[in-house]
């Protein structure tokens, strides 16, 4: 009696420890948590990115670690992903978050987005005459 009682223990002990793990490993999916890094940014214009026009709003633009794309989403819920064309040298690893605009007329282009410990990612590039525009102090 004594011996069964210690194995049901055992096999009770073991599963409690392998449905831990399963949450600690399955939790990131099942929340939408990541480990992605947020930058917020307010536009006071409206931009182009990823060929889509954005207007005057909040947006919070996202990074995962190795991936080929950055999220753009509204505060409305409404994302697109902007895919990274090239990584660009940061000049130092606090560098602080920015966006770069390429000004073509009345016309901002999203064309840099810096994030801080993540370089830069070079995400549109404008052919022909053009000024660059820098929003600096993102959140």
Same mark, same amino acid.
């Given at each position: 009696?004594?011996? @069964?009682? !210690?194995?049901?223990?055992?096999? #009770? =002990?073991k599963?409690?420890?392998?449905?831990?793990?399963?949450?600690?490993?399955?939790?990131?999916?099942?929340?939408?948590? /990541? $480990?992605?890094?947020?930058?917020?940014? /307010?536009?006071?214009?409206?931009?182009? =990115?990823?060929? #889509? @026009?954005?207007?005057?709003? !909040?947006?919070?633009?996202?990074?995962?670690? #190795? $991936? #080929?794309?950055?999220?753009?989403?509204?505060? @409305?819920?409404?994302?697109?992903?902007?895919?990274?064309? !090239?990584?660009?040298?940061?000049?130092?690893?606090? *560098?602080?978050?920015?966006?770069?605009? *390429?000004?073509?007329?009345?016309?901002?282009?999203l $064309?840099?987005?810096?994030?801080?410990?993540?370089?830069?990612?070079?995400?549109?590039s404008?052919?022909?005459?053009?000024?660059?525009?820098?929003?600096? *102090?993102?959140?």
């Open positions: 009696m004594k011996k @069964s009682l !210690t194995l049901c223990s055992l096999v #009770k =002990a599963t409690n420890i392998v449905l831990l793990v399963s949450v600690l490993i399955l939790s990131p999916f099942v929340y939408g948590q /990541s $480990s992605a890094r947020p930058v917020n940014y /307010s536009a006071q214009v409206k931009f182009i =990115a990823g060929g #889509k @026009s954005f207007p005057v709003g !909040t947006y919070k633009i996202l990074y995962e670690p #190795k $991936s #080929k794309y950055i999220t753009l989403r509204a505060a @409305s819920g409404a994302a697109t992903q902007l895919t990274i064309i !090239t990584r660009l040298a940061s000049e130092t690893p606090t *560098d602080r978050a920015r966006l770069v605009f *390429d000004i073509v007329g009345n016309e901002r282009r $064309s840099e987005i810096w994030i801080p410990g993540e370089d830069g990612f070079l995400v549109g404008t052919k022909g005459e053009h000024t660059h525009e820098i929003q600096k *102090d993102l959140q």
